[in-house]
């Protein structure tokens, strides 16, 4: 399993920007896959955004498209989250998450065997 540790959640006005970092410990970052996924109160577990090990591909739910972008950088274990035009509805707890070994991109929860433990992302009016 790969540890993953979350940064940069925190509270922002609608509209604004938040950057999120996952930081990952493992030498072999370059074979996983890495997604984002979010979790609001009361709701389940929901597909953000993935990247593929090389970043030659990327998916995004549609509630964030042309919003959110994901970018990794292998030499750095680090995948991120840039978030633009935040909305009421982003608020959320954020979750880093790595691909089985070998698997394909996914926006399946089951696509994924490693979590990081989230960071709060709370957007006001």
């Known amino acids: 399993q790969v540890q993953l540790v979350e940064s940069g959640g925190g509270l922002v006005q609608a509209g604004g920007s938040l950057r999120l970092s996952c930081a990952a410990s493992t030498r072999t970052f370059i074979t996983y896959n890495m997604g984002w996924f979010r979790q609001a109160p009361g709701k389940e577990r929901e597909f953000v955004a993935a990247v593929t090990w090389s970043s030659g591909f990327t998916d995004y739910a549609e509630a964030v498209k042309g919003r959110f972008t994901i970018s990794r950088d292998n030499a750095k274990n680090t995948v991120y989250l840039q978030m633009n035009s935040l909305e009421l509805e982003d608020t959320a707890v954020y979750y880093c998450?790595?691909?089985?070994?070998?698997?394909?991109?996914?926006?399946?929860?089951?696509?994924?065997?490693?979590w990081g433990q989230g960071t709060q992302v709370t957007v006001s009016s």
């Open positions: 998450a790595a691909s089985t070994p070998g698997s394909v991109i996914s926006r399946s929860l089951s696509g994924y065997g490693s």
